[in-house]
């Protein structure tokens, strides 16, 4: 008898998506919560996976609480069972909820980083669920290099539920060795930590992370939400369940052809239009499509085509057949200034004719001293910001600024293209 199990992670009950208007309700993440519980509900779920970050300590700390421990109840009352692994997040949180065993339908695996399997027996259907918690906020240790099993059933399917940092070794989030989690003898493997969901081996020991099921900023672009495994013995079939109420995506806009104010805002407005259809079929459940316009092409007057764009991220607005609102939130600027000629104007001695030489410069792969003082420059500024004790503490989850040749390159380029644009334009004033 085919198993259903509903899985996810990521959910940061407490939080918000950035760039919705502050009264909607869909903004915030319990309103996923509500909606994964009810789907398994409705859908006679057998069990529902959580791996870890499913509570944001940073935010709204007691509504979250409160919100989790409703669903819980909720799903016992549907006499639907919970199995849960603990994350960076909520390390310290979750335990404390299930602990009290207030819930007896939740099932917290590997407490305190202690490796620990758990079978399911219901109705003739049999499963198996091993699990690790983080024990600390900090795990720097790949948490596989202390898996162990001794009670497994290998006649009965195992779902292996992790949070960590797959495929990376500095993390200080878990870092997980992607072939030592292929090597086990496990059917499927649910990890949490990355918001974007993904599916990183295709075969058994199948490797998914499911993602966050509610799309919290316009970095977690695409569909979003739980992933639905049916298991019946060693087959597993999964299949995204689109729950998430709000979607961010990004689209280029080539205003090439934009000779005034009104055909530009025409040109952005139909091609979101047209974006917008396009997806239509996705957004059954999708309240807030949130778009990034990225303008491409070439125009004489870059300065222009900025001003006449901003007016739209407050002024857009449009609902869809499917009753989703798409709303604008940024418009990104990659347009390249029209140069007639820049071979031209690169023989001149001007400030214009040495932004057109390092253009060319970089285009063909060459280098001018001009160039290289940039580079080393930009390095060098990247370096002392890196090392800023001033951000340090606004960067304590980030990555440091990476500056590569490539990415170097390529931002002295497109500054170059704007400045040059700039004085172009002056000159025809
Ligand atoms: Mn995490």
């Known amino acids: 008898m085919p198993i259903k199990i509903l899985s996810t992670a990521d959910l940061h009950l407490g939080k918000s998506s950035s760039g919705i208007p502050p009264n909607a309700e869909e903004k915030s993440t319990k309103y996923t919560w509500n909606r994964i519980v009810d789907y398994s509900i409705e859908n006679n779920i057998d069990i529902l996976l959580l791996a870890g970050d499913i509570v944001d300590r940073d935010n709204r700390y007691y509504e979250a609480i409160g919100q989790l421990q409703a669903g819980f109840k909720k799903l016992k009352d549907a006499d639907i069972p919970v199995y849960v692994v603990a994350g960076n997040h909520d390390f310290d949180v979750l335990p404390e909820i299930i602990k009290s065993r207030e819930f007896d339908n939740i099932e917290l695996l590997g407490f305190n980083g202690k490796w620990e399997l758990k079978r399911f027996s219901k109705n003739g259907k049999d499963i198996q669920f091993i699990g690790w918690s983080f024990p600390n906020q900090y795990v720097r240790e790949d948490p596989l290099l202390s898996f162990k099993i001794d009670n497994i059933d290998p006649n009965i399917p195992v779902i292996g539920l992790l949070h960590g940092e797959a495929g990376s070794r500095e993390s200080k989030y878990a870092p997980i060795d992607i072939n030592s989690l292929i090597n086990k003898p496990i059917l499927a493997w649910i990890l949490g930590h990355i918001h974007k969901p993904e599916e990183l081996n295709e075969n058994a020991p199948f490797v998914w992370y499911p993602g966050s099921p509610h799309a919290l900023s316009a970095k977690e672009t695409g569909i979003h939400g739980p992933l639905l495994l049916t298991v019946n013995d060693s087959e597993i079939k999964a299949v995204t369940i ?17 000779e005034d104010e009104y055909s530009l805002r025409d040109t952005i407005i139909s091609a979101i239009f047209i974006d917008a259809n396009g997806i239509l079929e996705e957004l059954e459940n999708v309240a807030y499509l949130v778009y990034d316009i990225s303008l491409i092409g070439e125009h004489k007057n870059i300065r222009a085509i900025d001003s006449w764009s901003i007016p739209i991220i407050g002024e857009f607005d449009l609902e869809m057949e499917s009753g989703t609102k798409v709303s604008v939130r940024k418009v990104l600027s990659n347009i390249s200034p029209t140069i007639g000629n820049l071979k031209e104007l690169a023989k001149e001695p001007s400030p214009a004719g040495i932004l057109a030489e390092s253009i ?39 990555k440091l600024i990476e500056m590569t040749n490539e990415s170097a390159s390529e931002k002295v380029i497109k500054e170059c293209k704007r400045l040059l644009g700039e004085l172009i334009s002056q000159r025809e004033e």
């Open 242 to 258: 689109p729950l998430s109420p709000i979607r961010y995506k990004t689209v280029k806009v080539d205003i090439t052809d934009s």
């Open 360 to 398: 060319l410069a970089i285009q063909n792969g060459n280098s001018t001293d001009f160039l290289e003082e940039l580079l080393t420059k930009l390095k060098q500024k990247t370096g002392e910001i890196n090392n800023s004790g001033t951000y340090q503490a606004l960067r304590k989850n980030e």
